[in-house]
């Protein structure tokens, strides 16, 4: 299983649900996890790809269109930020861009003054703070056990409800296509008026709940999209396998891929 390192990551604790820590390997990037899967040389690997507060992770979202992985399963994990130091004199606060971008309006208040470092993942921003004593980190409370490191603030996201979304990623043989929930990624190949709106339709029409429609660049030219869509319906059920086909001809000189179906579970660490 391989999971965003340095060991303590919410990434981690997220992998801990599904995988023991001996079976557990990290990767400094969420495309080096999406691409090992997709070569072979993972069997699983869990990912980030939305939080509440800051919205979606598209380097995940990215990777998936780029390698070929399926979805089998949805992790839902609570955030809780604590800023944690060896003491209260510190200059800078290290930590995962997004997790920086969600305590936005604590750090603002109680450290207007700190400068803010963007690092590879929580856990290196901790490490950070384990190593300099001019450093904070932001991370998971639990971070800071028995370590020389101490609590400063917990609790500092902008809201009580921050949760991130992770999914467990497997090689394409391991796709299925029962589960509750279902990614799908469309690239049309095409832009008119009104594309967005056809690609939408079938789902409605069927009355299959779209849990998330976002599109990314799809990096061929400048306004051309792939569209990334998560939708509350097994592709094994018959509505979405007629949806699938009608969005099948529309995205004719695209492609549609089919990441699988897959239960979710909340995880409370």
């Not at 800051?54 to 399963?73: P, Q, R, Y």
């Not at 604590?106 to 004593?133: F, I, N, Q, W």
């Not at 409605?204 to 990314?216: C, G, H, K, M």
């Amino acid at each position: 299983m391989l999971t965003l390192g340095p060991e303590g990551t919410y990434s981690h604790r997220a992998a801990r649900s599904v995988a023991a820590d001996d079976d557990i390997e990290f990767r400094d990037s969420p495309t080096a996890i999406v691409e090992a899967v997709a070569d072979g040389k993972a069997d699983r690997g869990v990912v980030a790809v939305e939080n509440s507060i800051e919205g979606s992770v598209t380097e995940s979202l990215d990777a998936f269109a780029n390698h070929e992985v399926a979805v089998v399963k949805e992790i839902i994990t609570p955030i809780r930020h604590a800023l944690v130091a060896q003491g209260e004199d510190f200059d800078v606060i290290a930590s995962h861009a997004q997790a920086l971008a969600q305590c936005r309006t604590y750090l603002d208040e109680a450290y207007p003054d700190a400068e803010l470092e963007a690092v590879a993942s929580t856990a290196k921003g901790v490490e950070l703070a384990r190593e300099d004593p001019s450093v904070a980190g932001i991370g998971h409370p639990g971070t800071a056990d028995g370590t020389d490191l101490r609590v400063i603030a917990e609790g500092i996201q902008d809201q009580s409800s921050n949760a991130t979304r992770f999914l467990v990623v497997a090689p394409m043989a391991d796709r299925s296509d029962a589960g509750s929930k279902s990614s799908l990624i469309v690239y049309p190949n095409v832009d008119y008026p009104g594309l967005l709106l056809e690609l939408l339709e079938p789902f409605a029409d069927r009355d299959i709940n779209l849990t998330r429609v976002e599109s990314r660049p799809s990096g061929e030219r400048l306004g051309d999209y792939v569209f990334h869509i998560d939708v509350e319906a097994g592709l094994y059920e018959e509505r979405t396998k007629k949806a699938l086909a009608d969005i099948e001809d529309i995205a004719e000189k695209g492609w549609v891929r089919r990441l699988g179906s897959y239960d979710s579970e909340t995880v409370l660490d």
